[in-house]
Structures are given as C-alpha cells and as structure tokens.
Nanobody, 126 residues
Framework: QVQLVESGGGLVQTGGSLRLSCAASGRTISSYVMGWFRQAPGKEREFVAAIKWSGGSIYYTNYADSVKGRFTISRDNAKNTVYLQMNSLKPEDTAVYYC????????????????WGQGTQVTVSS
C-alpha cells in the first residue's frame, strides 16, 4: 500500500513562493500519475496539476488554468517524491493542498485518484 505524505506548506505573502513535497512510501510511484489538488474552506476539492512519467526523460503534465505559468509540478522517481513549485502566490491560492496518485493516464477528476495524502495548509496573506 502506498502512503503519501505532503510537506512544505505554510504562510506566505502575496507574490511569494513555496515548494510542496509529496513523499511516497510502501512502493515505488514511478508508474503512477501523481496529482496535486486543493480545497479552500467551503469549496470543492479542485485539480491543480498532474504529472505522468513515460520513461527516460519524457514527462507529461497538465495544469489548471488558474495556476498555469505560476506553478510547476515535477517528480524525482529516485526519491519517490513529487513536488509543486508555487510562485507568484495569490490570496486565492489559500487552501489545503493534497497529493494524489492513480494508475493510468492523467486526469483532472478527483474521483479518478485512488490514493491521497493528508494535506498541507497553504495560506497566502494579502
């Protein structure tokens, strides 16, 4: 059973940066699609970004429109870890950020992901 643990959240000012990490244990995640989702108070959990490794140096990524150009998802299969680099943060990025994993192709739908971490809080002050 794969376990996912997020870290790196915190409080940052508008325009600042944070890097979230998602460390996996239990088995290698190299074959999994890894995604980041977020949930703000009173809102549905929404897709942020996802990444799939297709071998060698080939990676496929997908981003929500709201974070394109500001966030970058990456993975280090050797470390069994996925990252989310968040730049130019805005107050509307405030949410609990969750790491998720699924087999198969990239999906933006949260119900397609089988494995979830416990989340890490990101707060962006104005």
């Amino acid at each position: 059973q794969v376990q996912l643990v997020e870290s790196g959240g915190g409080l940052v000012q508008t325009g600042g940066s944070l890097r979230l990490s998602c460390a996996a244990s239990g088995r290698t995640i190299s074959s999994y699609v890894m995604g980041w989702f977020r949930q703000a108070p009173g809102k549905e959990r929404e897709f942020v970004a996802a990444i799939k490794w297709s071998g060698g140096s080939i990676y496929y990524t997908n981003y929500a429109d709201s974070v394109k150009g500001r966030f970058t998802i990456s993975r280090d299969n050797a470390k069994n870890t996925v990252y989310l680099q968040m730049n130019s943060l805005k107050p509307e990025d405030t949410a609990v950020y969750y790491c998720a994993a699924r087999s198969g192709e990239i999906s933006t739908l949260r119900e397609r992901y089988d494995l979830w971490g416990q989340g890490t809080q990101v707060t962006v002050s104005s």
